[in-house]
């Protein structure tokens, strides 16, 4: 469920991008726009465009990072689980083994 979310919002993140840099290009290309503030404007795009990116690879990181948390989290479990059953197993047949001293004494 939240891998399905993060894979969602970057989708979501990445389509926002492209079409914000499509409109970029458009208004580079077609001329509409030059002098002062259009630098202005591409200087403040660019440094946008780098703190996206940034943001966009922190968010994949994490993604990551959660799934590593949660892959050993269910190593983890798997583990307990495996241990309890040992520990169980272990101790039937010690009780088994206490039962059968309890006989052999009982016997003499």
Do not use: H, P
């Not at 894979?7 to 509409?32: A, G, P, Q, W």
């Not at 269910?74 to 039937?92: A, P, Q």
């Amino acid at each position: 469920m939240l891998k399905d979310s993060f894979n969602k919002e970057i989708e979501n993140l990445t389509e926002l991008f492209l079409e914000l840099m499509n409109e970029v290009k458009i208004i580079e290309t077609s001329d509409m726009w030059s002098g002062k503030s259009y630098d202005s404007f591409k200087t403040e795009f660019e440094t946008w465009k780098l703190d996206y990116l940034e943001g966009i690879t922190k968010l994949l990181q994490l993604k990551q990072y959660l799934e590593e948390v949660k892959a050993v989290g269910e190593s983890l479990i798997s583990e307990r689980n495996s241990l309890t059953t040992f520990l169980e197993v272990l101790c039937l047949w010690s009780s088994m083994s206490n039962l059968q001293k309890m006989e052999k004494k009982l016997m003499i």
